[in-house]
């Protein structure tokens, strides 16, 4: 019986130990959560905790940055300037060309007989241009001694008249001819290489039908958009730095050469286009590049207002932060619509356009718990 009741006491021991353990449990996560939102959330003397930094003017080079892609410095269609079947195909695609070479022949037999039939009719009206002449010359004299017939003399004047226009109508048709005949051989209209074969030898080419394209890479060009905001800066003639992931760590200097009278309609963007040498063929197009232009006239550092990344939030398409603004000993949060652009030198900073001032303390943390004119605690970082 005694040892029954010491195993129910020791029970009850157990057991209320364990409830308080329990309390004990709870209070202290009741405690460890209170101090958690003791952190976050203002208190009526203290406010939000936050930590603010200054709007300062910083020096930074003005660089604009762009990608794309390469393409020729000029590339061609050769097409066929007169019918007939490809009698000689001189070139295959990737091969080098230069300015003048032929590529094709198209059959020129009969060319070549209309040339030879247009050159006998010259021939013959000159021969009858030459008998005009003479009669003319004839009943000239015999006018001279009043002796010839008006009519004589009206009918050789009108056949002296028609041989000459005989014969130019002759020598035109001949130099049509010839340019026919001239047009059979297709010739490289620039140095570069052949990038494509469209027709081969033994087809049958329609005047304009595409024979082959030519590609000049000794120089490429690289087309890339730019903003409002950055074409402002830029000028035909500005040094630009290329690279390229196909190169790893090679970097190429260009030129800007075309900068578009207005922007494209669809993108609101201008159309700009760099020129590289490439001489020894190490860009070829198609590359991915990046270009990094220098303007001109920004190419002094330049300087400008920043505040870092994190202090900024959009809205509704529109860009704000809170200013931390002293008013009775308080400090509030003031929500401010502002213009920034992203600084290419530094991608944790913004370049303020409009809506701050130099030394405006802007808050970097603790943005998720304030609202317009919210009191805060300003920490240091």
Known sequence: ??????????????????ALCVVGLEAMRENE??????????????????QVESVVRRVVPFNVQATGFLVPFEELIVAAQVPGFVAIQRVEAGDRVEEGDTLFQIDDALRTLDLRKAQAEVERAQADLTLA????????????????????????RTALETARAILKQSEAARRETEELLR?????????????????????????????AEVIDTDRVKLVVQLNEREIVHCAVGDPAVITSPALPGQRFEGNMLRIPPRAALDSRKFDIEIVLENRDQRLRPGFFVAASVAPADTRDDQSVLVIPRTAVFESYRRLYCFVVESEH???RARLTLIEAAPLLADPKLVRILQGLNEGDRVITKGLQHVTDDTLVNIEKP
Not at 4 to 18: F, K, Q, Y
Not at 33 to 50: C, H, L, M, W, Y
Not at 133 to 156: G, H, K, W
């Open 33 to 50: 959560s209170r101090r958690a939102k003791a952190a976050t959330q203002p208190t009526r003397d203290e406010g939000v905790r936050i």
């Open 329 to 331: 000993d308080e400090d």
């Open 1 to 18: 019986m005694i040892q029954s009741r010491r195993i129910l006491v020791s029970l009850a021991l157990i057991l209320a130990t364990a």
């Open 183 to 211: 047009k059979s051989t297709i010739n490289a209209p620039i140095s570069g290489y052949v990038a494509a074969v469209h027709t081969r030898q033994g087809e049958y080419a329609h005047v304009g039908q595409p024979l």
């Open 133 to 156: 002449e003479e009669n003319f010359r004839r009943i000239e004299r015999l006018e001279d001694q009043e002796s010839a017939n008006p009519m004589e003399v009206l009918r050789d």
